[in-house]
């Protein structure tokens, strides 16, 4: 849990983030999240860390592309909340990120949570792509 993260109707704050469940200004969902500042929050399939190990995986060229956004920017910062323990990307995933001057984090998913909310506050170009929380991960 988070020491009151206070949802803002404006934006995707995460209020919650435990096994089984991650919030979005109090809404529940159980899987993992593509989650964007304001606009939609997507569900996605992927569990593990091994599902986006793959440098091929439309998200990642939707990210790339600054497609997610409203105004067709690239993030700043791409934050990938790994679960409950941290794990990181192979390079051939993070290389694309870096040369296009996209920074990428990867950390446990509650951390991510946190950091995401931050950065959101401070009007930062933030994604975060959180898996969900799990006992196996």
């Given at each position: 849990?988070?020491?009151?993260?206070?949802?803002?109707?404006?934006?995707?704050?995460?209020?919650?983030?435990?096994?089984?469940?991650?919030?979005?200004?109090?809404?529940?969902?159980?899987?993992?999240?593509?989650?964007?500042?304001?606009?939609?929050?997507?569900?996605?399939?992927?569990?593990?860390?091994?599902?986006?190990?793959?440098?091929?995986?439309?998200?990642?060229?939707?990210?790339?592309?600054?497609?997610?956004?409203?105004?067709?920017?690239?993030?700043?910062?791409?934050?990938?909340?790994t679960g409950n323990r941290q794990a990181f990307l192979p390079p051939s995933v993070?290389?694309?990120?870096?040369?296009?001057?996209?920074?990428?984090?990867?950390?446990?998913?509650?951390?991510?949570?946190?950091?995401?909310?931050?950065?959101?506050?401070?009007?930062?170009?933030?994604?975060?792509?959180?898996?969900?929380?799990?006992?196996?991960?």
């Amino acid at each position: 849990m988070f020491a009151e993260a206070k949802p803002n109707p404006q934006q995707n704050t995460i209020t919650s983030c435990v096994n089984g469940s991650i919030e979005i200004n109090k809404t529940p969902f159980a899987s993992s999240l593509l989650i964007t500042p304001i606009g939609s929050v997507r569900e996605l399939s992927a569990r593990t860390v091994q599902d986006l190990s793959t440098p091929d995986l439309p998200v990642w060229t939707e990210i790339l592309s600054g497609a997610l956004s409203e105004n067709g920017e690239k993030p700043e910062v791409l934050i990938i909340g790994t679960g409950n323990r941290q794990a990181f990307l192979p390079p051939s995933v993070l290389a694309p990120f870096y040369q296009a001057g996209i920074g990428v984090e990867c950390m446990t998913s509650g951390s991510a949570a946190r950091s995401y909310n931050v950065l959101i506050s401070e009007d930062r170009r933030v994604l975060t792509l959180i898996l969900l929380p799990t006992e196996e991960n």
